[in-house]
DNA sequence: CAGTTAAGCGGACGAATGTCCGTTACGCTG
DNA sequence: CAGCGTAACGGACATTCGTCCGCTTAACTG
C-alpha cells in the first residue's frame, strides 16, 4: 500500500511556508509566539488554509523550520559519547545547544514542542531520545542522578526560550550550569 | 494631591473580573494562555473595554487572582529564616510553592510574569525580593552557589507551568530538586 | 440641590487565529 | 491524449484579542 507522493504544487508551497516562516522568526527574534502565521501564510503566498494544513501547529511549523538544527543535536550525541566520559559529553552537548539557541532562539521553543508532540516522522530527530542516551550512560556511569528523564531536562531547558533578547549573555550559562550541576550525583 | 478613590461601580466590576476569572482558571486547571479574555468579560457582566481598562495584560489579571498566595509566600520567607539554616530555608519554601502550585496552577505562572513586570504596586508581593533574600542569605552562609539571582531562579521554576495535568506528580517534585541542588555550592 | 468634571463605561472595529466548504488542478489510468 | 478521482487549494467565516471613541454616570463642589 504505497502512499501517493505529494503533489508538486504542494511540495512546492510547503518549502515556500517553511521559507517564509524561517524569515519571519529571523525578524522576530526567534520568538515562536509572536510569529504570525497569516503573515506568514501572506508571504509565503499561501491561503490561510493550507498554511494549517501543511502545519497544524505553530509548533509544527517551527519544529520543521528547525529540522536540520534538530538532527545535528541527535548526531553528535553518539560522537560525544565515544570521546568524553557521559556527564562531560551531556556538559558538551548542552554547550552546542547554547550555541544553536544563542542564534537561533526558535531552536529551544522546538524542542520543548517536540517533546510533548510528534513533531517528526521518524526517530532521526527525536531529540528527546537523545538526550534520554546521555542521562542513561549517565547514570549507569553513577555520574548523573537518577529519576530524572529527558522531559524534565526539556522542561528545564525551556527556561532559554524564555530569557529576553537582552539578557542572554547575561543569564543562558548560568541557567545551564544549575541544569547540569542539578543532574549530577554526588557522593 | 491624594488621588481620588475609585468609584464604586469600579470597585464592583473590577471585582466581579477577578471573580469570573479565578472560575475560569479552575475550569480551564490553572492554564493561564488558555484563558479567554471575552468570556471572563461576558461571565463579569462588563464590555471588553473594561477588562483591558482594568487589567491591561493577562499576566495583570492572573496576578490580582493570585495575590493572596503571592503574599503568603512572600510573607513566610523571614519566619523561614528564622528557624532554619538558609538553604533548609529555600528547600521548604519551594516545598511550599509547590503545594499551592499543585492546587492552583496558574500560581507559577504569576510567579513568572511578576518578575518581568511589575503586576502590584508595593512590595508585599514582590516574590522575586522574597526569593532573592533566600538565595542571598544561602550565598552568605556559603550554601547556595553565587552568580544566580531570582529571575534565574524564576525561568528553572517556569517548568512547573509546563507540566501536563496528569504529569504532576510525576514531574514536578524531581524538577524542584534539580533546581535545588543545581543551586547548592558544592566544595 | 444643580452643575460640572472626568472616571468609567460598552461595544464597534481591525487584526489574527483556526475551521471548513466549494472550487481548482495535479497526477494517474486506460 | 482525455477523463476521472481526489489532493490541495483559497478565502469566507466565527471567534478572540486588544484598541479606542462617543456616551453615561459617579462624585465632588458651591
Redesign the interface.
Same mark, same amino acid.
Not at 178 to 184: A, E, N, Q, S
Given at each position: 500500500m504505497p502512499t501517493r507522493a505529494p503533489r508538486a504544487d504542494a511540495v512546492v508551497n510547503r518549502a515556500r511556508i517553511v521559507s517564509s516562516a524561517r524569515a519571519a522568526l529571523v525578524e522576530s527574534g526567534g520568538s515562536v509566539e509572536g510569529l504570525r502565521l497569516q503573515a506568514v501564510a501572506k508571504d509565503a503566498q499561501v491561503g490561510q488554509g493550507t498554511l494549517y494544513r501543511h502545519f497544524p501547529t505553530r509548533e509544527h511549523l517551527v519544529a520543521e523550520v528547525y529540522r536540520q538544527e534538530m538532527t545535528e543535536l541527535v548526531q553528535t550525541v553518539p560522537a560525544l559519547l565515544a570521546e568524553h566520559p557521559p556527564l562531560q559529553a551531556l556538559e558538551l552537548w548542552l554547550d552546542r545547544l547554547l550555541e544553536y539557541a544563542r542564534v537561533k532562539r526558535g531552536v529551544v521553543a522546538a524542542i520543548?514542542a517536540s517533546a510533548?508532540q510528534d513533531l517528526y516522522a521518524d526517530n532521526e530527530h527525536r531529540l528527546d531520545h537523545a538526550l534520554q542516551t546521555l542521562l542513561d550512560e549517565g547514570a549507569a556511569a553513577g555520574a548523573v542522578?537518577e =529519576?530524572?528523564d529527558a !522531559?524534565?531536562v526539556i &522542561? &528545564?531547558l525551556?527556561?532559554l526560550s524564555?530569557?529576553?533578547e537582552g539578557q542572554w549573555d547575561a543569564?543562558a550559562h !548560568? /541557567?545551564v !550550569?544549575?541544569? /547540569?550541576? =542539578? &543532574?549530577?550525583r554526588?557522593r
Open positions: 520543548e510533548w542522578r =529519576g530524572v !522531559t524534565d &522542561l &528545564l525551556g527556561a524564555r530569557v529576553p543569564r !548560568t /541557567l !550550569t544549575v541544569i /547540569l550541576d =542539578g &543532574l549530577r554526588y
